[in-house]
């Protein structure tokens, strides 16, 4: 058996008429930069997460620094989790702003806003790793009015206290790579936000910083989601919630397969008031394993099973330089050297969840020998 770690072919097989017939009738339209299905899917995005704007762009590295651009970062400290996908601090960097980074949950991998207790910052981005709903408010507690913008990246449809994340920030950047519960074909992003204000500011860096065609107020660039894109969102939208829920039903049965295995520590169930989408199941291994060693003889099975991450943000050759590499951020670090992801997604079968379920177990149970 050969399990992948998210079998988009099994999706695109699935859907392949639908798939055809929309790329099929919107090359057609002609409209491939900024066309209606790019307005249609984000007014659908915007009314599924509840804001009042959302805005397509070229990816979720773009959406991030885009963000951070318009409400002008410059010069100005941005704090973020040290165990994230590098775009996040990137991101930061582009929009010329300092990387700040702390440390983060041991329980739920997310950012622990009272493990940092550095200089004033300017912005607050944490990010909903695996797609599990940070809570904000924890922010709110510690940062007082500090703006927070979210790294949504991960967590298309998660949600807390009856809001979906993305809703709770000044704005919120997403990812649509392939990879992601709400993927395209290819690249593309989006930023979500109520502030009416800053969505026109980023409707203008979108679009080489002008809203009148050849008269340009900024310097912006070019950064907008293909109509093409858009159109297969827009249809994906469709299905986003009964995917999560698929996702969930699988995650349910790795962690009956998996509860007694002392070995491993599994993710963290949904918060109280809230709903994971389970973007990635990641799990933990006992400190006497090699992780590495365990993954490759899992991809040696024939299972996809990946690390996110291998080496936080302050341990990558980029920010040799910077002062946080010589910090220590002691849950994230530690985190980084245990954790693996095992395959999940809503074409995945119980079958191939319990086959990498028996797998992990012996290879375990081999590696403990
Ligand atoms: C947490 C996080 N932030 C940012 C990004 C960047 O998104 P993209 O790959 O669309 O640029 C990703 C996705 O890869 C991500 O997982």
């Known amino acids: 058996m050969n399990v992948p770690l998210v079998n988009l072919r099994r999706n695109f097989q699935r859907h392949q008429a639908d798939y055809n017939r929309i790329l099929t009738e919107t090359a057609a339209s002609c409209q491939f930069v900024m066309g209606d299905a790019m307005r249609r899917f984000e007014e659908h995005f915007a009314a599924y997460l ?96 500090v703006p927070v913008f979210e790294d949504a990246c991960q967590a298309h449809g998660s949600s807390l206290q009856g809001r979906r994340c993305g809703s709770f920030g000044k704005a ?118 090699n992780r590495d060693e365990v993954v490759a003889e899992l991809n040696r099975r024939g299972i996809g099973a990946g690390i996110h991450y291998p080496l936080p943000v302050n341990r990558q050759k980029v920010y040799e330089k910077y002062d946080f590499a010589r910090m220590s951020f002691p849950v994230s670090e530690e985190a980084a050297r245990r954790i693996l992801s095992l395959p999940l997604c809503p074409e995945i079968t119980p079958e191939e969840v319990d086959f990498v379920s028996e797998n992990l177990r012996s290879v375990l149970a081999e590696q403990a020998r």
């Open 50 to 145: 509840g804001v009042r704007h959302v805005l397509g762009v070229g990816s979720g590295t773009d959406a991030l620094t885009l963000l951070l651009k318009a409400h002008n970062v410059r010069g100005k400290r941005v704090l973020t989790q040290n165990n994230t996908f590098i775009a996040t601090a990137l991101a930061i960097a582009n929009a010329g702003g300092i990387i700040t980074l702390c440390d983060t949950d041991p329980d739920n991998s997310q950012i622990a806003p009272e493990s940092y207790t550095g200089e004033e910052v300017a912005a607050v981005l944490p990010v909903h790793l695996y797609g599990y709903p940070m809570d904000v408010e924890k922010l709110r507690r510690r940062f007082g009015n």
């Open 172 to 289: 919120a950047a997403f990812s649509f790579y392939p990879g992601k519960n709400l993927g395209a074909f290819g690249d593309g992003g989006a930023v979500a936000t109520d502030d009416d204000a800053l969505a026109e500011e980023i409707r203008s860096l979108r679009n080489w910083g002008g809203k009148v065609k050849y008269i340009h107020d900024r310097e912006g660039g070019n950064s907008r989601l293909d109509t093409l894109q858009a159109a297969i969102l827009d249809y994906k939208l469709g299905y986003l919630d009964q995917w999560n829920a698929i996702r969930h039903e699988r995650a349910a049965q790795y962690r009956r397969n998996l509860a007694d295995c002392a070995d491993l520590t599994l993710p963290a169930p949904d918060p109280e008031g809230g709903v994971q989408n389970y973007h990635l199941f990641v799990v933990r291994l006992a400190p006497q394993f």
